[in-house]
């Protein structure tokens, strides 16, 4: 194996549990094991990978000839990269709570037809909850002799409530998840808010669009974090000249004050004690104080482009790793969110996502916010539906009037080049001057 300049395997074993509730019939209440290996060998020029199941990684034979295997692969690449040093470490897992494997699918199934039942109040016509729980046993090494192992454990639920009327319907959602445990006792209270907030939509008031004032709640505004700035700044889409964030290292991007950061030791749901590449991980400042700081890297895009830190290198079971977010969020400002309304005057409150798009190479984006609220002489008044909030990623950065102080982060997945990974995201409360709102309302 002359031609090998570096391997590393990583084995991904564990369960995974789902729980999917339609109108109160169980659709699906199950769970599957998995075990998988992917092995990377860099060659002269480039990778050579390879996928296997139930890998004994304690076998030196097994792993000679996977690595042999994985090595001509690699001898065919034309393209020749290298690999960035990059510390090591592994961080403790934060302990659990009440351990999901301590209750059966039987009282997980329950806990969730609990939720979504609370989630039928009059009016709401159509219901679903969905659980998903995964237990993941990570072991990583390389050729240069680094080793790293840990568990993980992730649960949570969402529900999702569509209220009808006079053929009008409208829908609520809900959704938490944790790395801390079990999650599904006592919540019909997010079961109750999803079902009343799509009643309460039945009556609201269209918006109308234009440009104004507008207050992002944190939901919002870590989407706009993670989907227009966090992207942006991923070292590969860097390499690939596919951000508006390329070549601007130094750069004032952002209001004074503004502090954007990812960050994988966190404990929220993107929470990672090592990455993929089995580099340490450690808070990245993307932005400090309006000044483009960082990107996000791992070995390989540290390497090429540089400005930056490894240990943002994720990967799906089965799948080689890239370079993802974690923890993405904006740090806290010193505004009360009643100064926001009140500097805010006459515009809009925005509240939660369901979901947009961005480009990110050309800079621009266009969110759905789930609902709002007219803000007249600095207080919140009528209820509005089918908002949204487009605009150009560098001029929303210098548009920030006001950043609260009441940061709160919100769990999901994210997903990028065919996989998908848990992450989290978050901001306080935002006060942007020009937002473009878009709404139908005359």
């Known amino acids: 194996m002359v031609d090998v300049r570096y391997y590393d395997l990583r084995c991904v074993r564990g369960e995974n549990t789902l729980i999917d509730i339609d109108n109160g019939v169980v659709e ?29 990684i304690d076998s030196k034979r097994e792993i000679d000839a996977l690595v042999e295997a994985a090595a001509r692969l690699a001898a065919v690449t034309e393209d020749r990269l290298d690999l960035a040093d990059a510390p090591r470490g592994i961080l403790p897992v934060p302990p659990l709570g009440e351990d999901p494997r301590d209750v059966d699918l039987e009282e997980k199934t329950r806990l969730l037809a609990g939720i979504e039942a609370s989630a039928r109040v009059p009016e709401v016509a159509n219901t679903r909850a969905r659980y998903t729980e995964g237990i993941d046993s990570v072991r990583f090494l390389d050729s ?8 993980a454990t992730r649960s949570g639920f969402s529900v999702l409530a569509i209220a009808s009327r006079n053929g009008v319907m409208q829908m609520g959602s809900e ?32 918006a109308k669009g234009g440009t104004r004032r507008a207050v992002l709640d944190p939901e919002l505004a870590g989407v706009f974090t993670h989907e227009a700035v966090g992207h942006a700044s991923e ?53 400090r104080d309006g000044v483009l700081s960082s990107y996000l890297h791992n070995r390989e895009t540290l390497a ?134 878009g709404g139908r309302g005359e």
């Open 304 to 437: 090429a482009v540089g400005n930056g830190v490894a240990g943002h290198a994720r990967a799906e079971h089965g799948a080689p790793p890239i370079v993802r977010m974690s923890n993405t969020f904006i740090e806290n400002g010193d505004a009360a969110y009643d100064e926001i309304l009140a500097e805010c005057k006459d515009g809009i409150l925005l509240i939660g996502s369901r979901g947009g798009q961005v480009d990110p190479g050309r800079g621009v984006f266009q969110f759905n916010a789930e609902y709002g609220y007219l803000v007249e002489g600095g207080e919140t008044t009528d209820m509005v539906r089918d908002v949204s909030l487009s605009g150009e990623i560098l001029s929303t950065l210098h548009n920030i009037v006001l950043i609260g102080n009441d940061r709160k982060m919100s769990p999901g997945y994210c997903g990028k080049g065919g996989q998908n990974v848990p992450v989290s995201d978050g901001a306080p409360h935002l006060l942007l001057e020009g937002a473009i709102i």
């Open 144 to 151: 240069s002799g680094n080793e790293a192992s840990y568990e």
């Open 175 to 206: 959704r938490d998840h944790v790395i801390t445990g079990f999650n599904l006792r006592n919540r019909q209270d997010l079961g109750r808010k999803a079902g009343e907030i799509a009643v309460s939509l039945l009556d609201a008031r269209l």
């Open 28 to 56: 699906s209440a199950g769970t599957s094991f998995f075990d998988r290996t992917v092995v990377r060998v860099l060659g002269q020029k480039g990778w050579g990978v390879l996928t296997r199941d139930h890998v004994d």
């Open 235 to 287: 070292g590969d889409l860097v390499r690939e000249g596919a951000s508006v964030l390329s070549g601007r290292i130094g750069e004032r991007i952002g209001r004074e004050g503004l502090v954007i950061v990812d960050d994988p030791s966190l404990h929220e749901f993107g929470f990672m004690p090592v990455d993929a590449e089995g580099v340490a991980v450690r808070r990245t400042e993307i932005i």
